[in-house]
């Protein structure tokens, strides 16, 4: 329980009679305490695309940003980490998915390390297609078949690795109709939590699994479901902690000491493209999908017995292939077609929408949001970066500049300095660090 506490601060919401229930469970975990000015994983620190209070807020950004380097890349669609001054990056090297561990100061290469075979749909380029996790001294990496590499950060060396397969997950691919990241890859980034990782892997009993991160070992898996491309998220809902997941078929909320089942709520696409991650705020989980809408689900509780409703729906704000943010009590996302939207995560209604963010492919319109204090800022599909107050008024923007060519990443930001990578295509893009402030 304190290890979800001190990674996951927006979750403190939780009352005294949880931390006592829960303390038996986990004070045994030693605390990992957060480099706050990393970006060590997927979305930043605490995996909701907020920036630490510590952390420096930009109120404005450059007409033109500096390139303090850039180097070319292979193909791949993970985006980059960083932590301890490097920069972790995934990418396909002769038919390998191959992770890399490149100086943060001037990108020079310090190790890399080929951890499986790459995949090819017609979705996107081959290459891994999951952000990867740094955590005290090891670095997490997830390949698009279905396995999981432990590695040690300071020079790629393999520690153990977990192919899904061993747990009854068949990967297919681009065939037929089968859902789910068993066609295009899998996407959703492992959670890591004091001495374990938990994956949504799939397959009869392992629809999540928590892994000993010393060894690999599985330590306990749960549920037949099968994941979509959300990773799970940690939050704290009618007074339990909760791993919410977005599986094939539907939301669930997940008990985080074993996996159980404490609810659900039934939502299914074509292909079981769920992409856009799970928001908890309070008692509510912000959640949806293309073809489904955004819907805003009440989580109860009585007796032990949880129930969760729908309070409300949005089709406008429906997410397709982004992560919105929460700022407050308003949600700032990607909505349909193709405009950014505020809404208000107590009934549903949209507060204001805007249409000037620059996408390519409307079909496929993507932003990646970093909350910064008052403010947020926004990485295009396009490449472009537009800074805007979080106000549940109007839009306001502050400042809008080119970053980058085509892609869909979600940049780390760490001390002024953005790394972002491009290119979405076969012959691969750039990644790139920019500085937009001191």
């Not at 329980?1 to 829960?22: A, E, G, K, N, Y």
């Not at 472009?384 to 979080?390: D, G, I, K, M, R």
């Not at 970053?403 to 295509?425: E, Q, S």
Request: hydrophobic letters at 40%.
């Amino acid at each position: 329980m304190i290890d979800f506490l001190v990674q996951f601060p927006h979750m403190l919401q939780t009352t005294s009679v949880l931390v006592l229930r829960f303390t038996s469970v986990f004070f045994l975990l030693p605390i990992n305490l957060c480099h706050s000015l990393d970006w060590p994983q997927w979305r930043g620190p605490t995996r909701n695309g907020i920036l630490p209070a510590n952390g420096l807020s930009l109120t404005k950004l450059p007409d033109q940003p500096k390139i303090v380097w850039k180097i070319k890349t292979t193909e791949g669609l993970s985006s980059p980490v960083v932590a301890g001054g490097t920069v972790f990056h995934f990418e396909n090297r002769s038919g390998k998915e191959t992770l890399v561990g490149l100086s943060a100061a001037d990108g020079s290469e310090k190790w890399a390390q080929d951890l499986a075979p790459v995949f090819e749909d017609g979705q996107g380029p081959r290459g891994p297609r999951c952000t990867p996790v740094v955590n005290a001294g090891q670095v997490f990496a997830q390949c698009s078949r279905g396995s999981l590499h432990c590695l040690n950060v300071e020079n790629g060396r393999v520690l153990w690795e977990v192919d899904y397969a061993d747990l009854g997950m068949k990967f297919i691919g681009e065939k037929g109709r089968v859902p789910g990241s068993r066609r295009h890859g899998f996407t959703g980034s492992p959670l890591v939590v004091g001495k374990m990782v938990y994956s949504q892997v799939g397959g009869k009993g392992s629809g999540i699994v928590c892994f000993n991160r010393d060894n690999g070992k599985t330590i306990w898996s749960a549920l037949d479901y099968q994941p979509g491309y959300s990773p799970p998220i940690p939050g704290a809902l009618a007074g339990r902690q909760q791993f919410v997941c977005f599986f094939v078929e539907g939301i669930v909320g997940v008990d985080v000491r074993n996996g159980i089942e404490l609810w659900k709520v039934p939502m299914k696409t074509d292909y079981g493209r769920h992409v856009a991650a799970p928001i908890v705020h309070g008692n509510t989980v912000v959640a949806g999908s293309h073809q489904t809408g955004l819907h805003g689900i009440t989580v109860t509780a009585s007796d032990g017995a949880f129930e969760a409703k729908v309070a409300w729906k949005s089709i406008e704000a429906q997410p397709n292939i982004t992560h919105g943010v929460l700022v407050g009590d308003h949600y700032y996302g990607i909505g349909d077609p193709a405009k950014l939207v505020c809404v208000d995560t107590a009934t549903g209604k949209t507060a204001w929408s805007d249409k000037s963010l620059f996408f390519p492919d409307s079909k496929r319109a993507m932003a990646a949001f970093i909350v910064m204090g008052g403010n947020i800022l926004s990485l295009s599909s396009g490449g472009e970066l537009c800074l805007f107050a979080a106000s549940p008024t109007e839009f306001n923007e502050l400042g809008r500049t080119q970053a980058c060519g085509i892609n869909w990443c979600l940049p780390a930001y760490v001390d002024g300095r953005l790394f972002v990578r491009d290119g979405i295509k076969k012959k691969g893009g750039n990644l790139i660090c920019l500085e937009l402030g001191k």
